[in-house]
């Protein structure tokens, strides 16, 4: 089976002519042909909830950091949580028998979201785990460091393949898969408007996060699923403080108007809101939660 096969050749073509139509009148194109059979430029619908199943979210890279305690979150918001880690199994393992120890449900898989075949796989997973998807957070990320003079090659193009084309294949997976009224987050990062030396391949990995929520927030309205992309600014993780003397950190808290860094569990409590019943009507957005270190 290749990687990304093509659907079958029927739908190609009414892909095709989609696609074709919606250059000139991309949105009235796409709803038309959402109205005429739900097979749309954007991937067939992952469909509707049975009634008294649980809502369900997947989230990428929730061994640890602001994922973990993202999956924590929504499984006492009462999600069945799907977590996800790259190399540490253990952690992962770890984020779920919390979970069920404190009542809820949860299950966990290695895949390296750079990977198409291990998301798609990763999804089966949660499918057949809980039966279907309502919150996709694509949280998994790295982030190196080097003023452009001595970026490395291997790191830069590791960056854009875990960040940039890695959300990518989760976000284009949940936008076949997510069911109706479904909720996505990716996570941008506010260091895409707090520019800082060093920063400049890993902030251009999280901007693009913020053009596929727009983008995609547009493809997935019919189907009134919202999608935003996440901006945090410095928060207390290994991805953060790693490499960093005491006093280069005790530098960035000076400059966060709030006086601390951020826990995982501040950006946890946004997703939380983001995703329950009382954000429906925010989408598109690139929501900053940075304790005032940058304003939009
Ligand atoms: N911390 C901050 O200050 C900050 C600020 C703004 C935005 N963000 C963004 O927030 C997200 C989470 O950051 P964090 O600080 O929580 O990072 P973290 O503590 O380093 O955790 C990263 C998580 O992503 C997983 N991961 C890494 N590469 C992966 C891959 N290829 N496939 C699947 N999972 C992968 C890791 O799994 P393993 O445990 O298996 O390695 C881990 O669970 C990232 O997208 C980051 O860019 C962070």
Redesign the pocket.
């Known amino acids: 089976m290749p990687d990304q096969g093509p659907p079958p050749s029927d739908a190609n073509l009414s892909r095709r002519s989609v696609l074709a139509a919606a250059a000139l009148a991309p949105a009235a194109a796409i709803v038309g042909a959402q109205r005429a059979g739900g097979q749309t430029a954007t991937g067939a619908a992952g469909g509707v909830r049975p009634a008294g199943q649980a809502r369900a979210a997947l989230v990428?890279?929730?061994?640890?950091?602001?994922?973990?305690a993202t999956a924590r979150r929504l499984a006492r918001d009462g999600f069945a949580v799907t977590v996800?880690?790259?190399?540490?199994r253990d952690?992962?393992a770890a984020v779920v028998r919390d979970i069920e120890r404190a009542g809820g449900r949860a299950t966990w898989l290695?895949?390296?979201?750079?990977d198409p075949r291990a998301v798609r796989r990763l999804f089966d997973h949660h499918d057949r785990a809980f039966g279907g998807v309502d919150v996709v957070v694509s949280?998994?990320?790295?982030?190196r460091l080097a003023p452009f003079g001595t970026m490395a090659d291997e790191d830069f193009d590791r960056m854009f393949a875990?960040?940039a084309k890695?959300s990518f294949n989760v976000l284009r997976e949940a936008s076949r898969r997510i069911r109706h009224e479904g909720r996505i987050i990716t996570?941008?990062?506010?260091?895409t408007q707090f520019t800082s030396p060093t920063y400049g391949a890993y902030a251009a990995t999280?901007a693009t996060q913020d053009m596929y929520a727009a983008v995609l927030a547009k493809e997935l309205g019919e189907r009134r699923v919202s999608v935003n992309a996440m901006?945090?600014?410095?928060?207390?993780?290994?991805?953060?403080t790693d490499g960093k003397t005491q006093e280069e950190i005790q530098g960035f808290v000076e400059r966060t108007p709030l006086g601390r860094l951020?826990e995982?569990e501040d950006i946890a409590a946004m997703i939380s809101a983001l995703v329950s019943r009382d954000g429906a009507w925010v989408s598109g957005q690139t929501v900053f939660t940075n304790g005032a270190v940058v304003s939009a």
């Open positions: 990428t890279g929730s061994s640890r950091g602001i994922g973990a996800n880690c790259v190399v540490n952690l992962a290695q895949a390296d979201v750079a949280n998994a990320g790295i982030m875990v960040n890695g996570l941008s990062s506010s260091i999280k901006a945090p600014g410095l928060v207390n993780t290994t991805l953060f951020g995982p």
